[in-house]
Each structure stands twice: as structure tokens, then as C-alpha cells.
């Protein structure tokens, strides 16, 4: 699964820019213009700043798909405000210093309206002052993360901690067991996660058995398999990340961790990392996202969604919760309707209107701004990965609230 990330330029170029009419103006850099100009006013400029190469490419060419396939038709609905909507998108490459080079050209030479973007916790504190402090621009991140990220002007349309633990842990405990093991990538998103998680596991009766941090390079995870085994170890809570987690995932499998009743629970989890093992290596895997592709059974417009989504961008970039596609159609959707009610683009006005902005649909159901915290609330869903899919085995009763800010 993981080949398709080591993209190149000329790989990218052929597979992203030439296919969908993305136009390169520098290495990193394309603009996607509207088929229909307003001369009087010219275009609004939406800035996409993700890991088109790197690592997280997967991730970050689903986002800038989605972010396409919203503008087109934002467009095609007659602009906003009578002017089409120009899109520039930069390469973040999974690198903070290219990133910071990047964005301000978003910035400075592009002169965008607003910013949405990054993926990883680090990304965004890397690429947040460029955006908002000193090139004085509305930035929306789209990514599940760790909270505590409360900057004016910036605002945040993916899970919070406690939109994927409050209930999520609970059915864990009950379908799973007390005992708990937190094995983690060493960085910003697993320490602070696991802060609140443990937290949430000692309220509800359970134990946090050990708590460990790994280079994120690591792929023997021998000592911790057997940690975890010697221990009677019930739930691996587990925030290791790509390259080790689907060595970790294997070692835990094959040590007989599924097969003697223990649960794996991943909160980043969905269709995209599901193909990073053989299905019976994470079978009765566990996470908790905001929307999960079997929905498109049941709700009608994550169905039309899906499709359109599919019909236009076929391949190995899936839409999905754990990549941030879903809080990237969320934030531009939520953003669309400030700019309707401020009537004007200017930072100010789309802030003030975006702090409690609503959106009646999108992934995995409606949305809305939480006013004065900058955080959104949205529906919850965990499920189980069953043969290689996931099946809906709980589900938040209405918006859940991300209590941050």
C-alpha cells in the first residue's frame, strides 16, 4: 500500500496535475483555474497547502482531490459572491522546511484568501505562523488531532480527542477488556492523545498496563509484543504510525494476540490503512472516526458523495476519515457558507462568520462551528474491521461535542 507514497515530481505531475487540468507555476506549486472569470472582481483564491510527496502522500493526495472536487462545483453553482474560485495547491512533502517555503508562496506571491491544510500536528505548528501571524490569513486545518490548538484565525474541522475517546474507550473496556497498553510513534499527536486517554481508561474502571514511545522509523517491536503478551495485555491502544505499525500490527498477530481475545483500537484507522496488513492480521480491529465508508449504505448523500468523489479520482487515493478528506470537504463546505453570510472575503468577516457556521450535510452527517472555540461538532462512529471492511458497531446519538478552546 505504502509504494504509492514515494511519488516523485514527474510521477505526480502525470498522475495528479496533467489528469485533473492542474497547472505546475514552480516546483511544489499548481493552480487550478475556473472555467468562467468575473473581470470586475477577479477570483477568490483558496490556498491548499498538503503532502502532495512524502510519506503521507496517500493522505494528502485524497485531500487535495477533495479540495478539488469542491471548488469545481462551487464553480459550477455559480461561484460565491459572483466571482469563480481559483485554487492554488502546494506541496508540504512531509517536510516542515519545505513546507514553510511553500505556504508563504500561497502567501506572498499567490496572494490567497484562505489556507486550508496540513496533516500532521508538527505540519501545522510548522506552517500556522506563516499563515496566520505573519501573512495575516484565515487557516482551517482539516485533520483528527490531539486538541489544544487554540490560535485566532485558525480553525479545526477534524476529531478531537475526546470526539474519539469519551465513548469510544468505554466500548472498548466493555467488548474488550481493562487492561490497556499505549504504544506510540514519538511525537506531538501519541503523547498528548494518550494524556487524555488515559485518563478517560482509569475514570471507567480500567488500567493502563504501560505507556512506551518509539522512533517513528521503528519496525522491531519484539520487546513490546512481548510486554504486551506477558502482560495479559486486553486493548493495544495503539498510536504507532506508518512505516511500524503494520510490522507492529504482524508481530501482534503472529505472537497470537487476536487469537487468545485481545482487541487492536486505532483512532486514525480507516480504509486507507486497513490494506496495510492481510485482513486476518487486524481482524476485530477497532476505531472511532467521523465517517466510515459503509455509511454510503445507508445515508444518501455519503453515497452521491463517495461516487462523485470515485467517478472523478479513480485509483489509490481513497476518501477517507483518517486522511483528512472528510474534515477537507467539512472546512471548505463550512468556510463556502461563511463567506455567503459575511459577504466579503476579508479575514475578519469570514472568521467572524465562521465561528458558528453550519453545514446541513456532508460526510457522515451535518456540522457545525462550536462559537468562540474554533472547533467543530460532528457525528461519531466506531467501527470493527470484519474481513478486511469495517462494520458501524456504535454511533453517536447527535453532534458531539470537541471540547477544546
Known amino acids: 500500500m505504502f509504494d504509492r507514497t514515494n511519488l516523485t515530481r514527474r510521477r505526480f505531475m502525470s498522475n495528479f496535475a496533467f489528469a485533473t487540468g492542474a497547472l505546475a507555476t514552480g516546483v511544489g506549486s499548481w493552480v487550478v483555474r475556473p472555467d468562467w472569470a468575473n473581470a470586475a472582481e477577479g477570483p477568490i483564491k483558496v490556498g491548499i497547502a498538503t ?19 469542491v471548488i469545481k462545483e462551487i464553480n459550477a ?30 502567501i506572498q506571491r499567490d496572494k490567497v484568501d484562505m489556507v486550508l ?32 490548538e487554540c490560535t485566532p484565525y485558525l480553525f479545526c474541522t477534524g476529531p478531537t480527542p475526546a470526539q474519539q475517546c469519551d465513548t469510544f474507550i468505554p466500548w472498548l473496556i466493555k467488548n474488550g477488556g481493562k487492561k490497556f497498553a499505549l504504544p506510540s510513534a514519538n511525537y506531538v499527536w501519541p503523547h498528548t492523545l494518550n494524556v487524555y486517554a488515559r485518563k478517560v481508561i482509569e475514570s471507567n474502571g480500567g488500567e493502563v498496563v504501560f505507556e512506551e514511545y518509539y522512533p517513528l522509523d521503528q519496525v522491531d517491536f519484539s520487546a513490546t509484543v512481548n510486554r504486551v503478551i506477558s502482560n495479559k495485555v486486553d486493548v493495544v491502544f495503539n498510536t504507532v504510525i506508518p512505516p511500524g505499525v ?7 498477530y503472529e505472537a497470537g494476540f487476536l487469537k487468545n481475545g485481545g482487541r487492536l483500537a486505532c483512532v486514525y484507522y480507516d480504509e486507507n490503512t486497513l490494506n496495510i496488513n492481510q485482513a486476518n492480521e487486524i481482524e476485530g480491529l477497532a476505531s472511532c472516526l467521523d465517517y466510515f465508508k459503509v455509511l454510503t449504505k445507508e445515508d444518501p448523500f455519503d453515497a452521491k458523495l463517495q461516487a462523485a468523489y470515485e467517478k ?21 463546505k463550512l468556510w463556502e457558507a461563511a463567506v455567503k453570510e459575511a459577504g466579503k472575503v476579508d479575514r475578519d468577516s469570514v472568521a467572524a462568520a465562521l465561528d458558528h457556521a453550519k453545514i446541513a450535510e456532508g460526510p457522515g452527517g451535518p456540522a457545525e462551528m462550536v462559537p468562540g472555540k474554533r472547533h467543530c461538532k460532528m457525528k461519531m462512529y466506531t ?14 446519538d447527535g453532534l458531539v461535542d470537541p471540547k477544546e478552546c
Open 51 to 69: 503532502d502532495l510527496t512524502g510519506p503521507i502522500a496517500y493522505a494528502g493526495n485524497a485531500d487535495a482531490n477533495v479540495a478539488k472536487m
Open 77 to 106: 453553482g455559480g461561484g460565491l459572491l459572483g466571482r469563480p474560485l481559483e485554487l492554488y495547491i502546494e506541496d508540504t512533502a512531509s517536510n516542515e522546511s519545505v513546507a514553510v517555503g511553500n505556504v508563504r508562496k500561497l
Open 117 to 148: 491544510g496540513g496533516i500532521t500536528s508538527s505540519m501545522r505548528n510548522a506552517i500556522k505562523d506563516p499563515i496566520v501571524a505573519r501573512g495575516k490569513t484565515l487557516y482551517i486545518y482539516p485533520q483528527l488531532y490531539e486538541g489544544k
Open 246 to 252: 503494520g510490522p507492529f500490527f504482524k508481530q501482534l
Open 312 to 332: 472523478d479520482f479513480p485509483g489509490n487515493f481513497l476518501f477517507a476519515a483518517g486522511s483528512a478528506a472528510t474534515g477537507t470537504y467539512r472546512g471548505l
Open 383 to 396: 467501527a470493527v474491521a470484519k474481513g478486511g471492511n469495517y462494520e458501524i458497531v456504535a454511533r453517536s
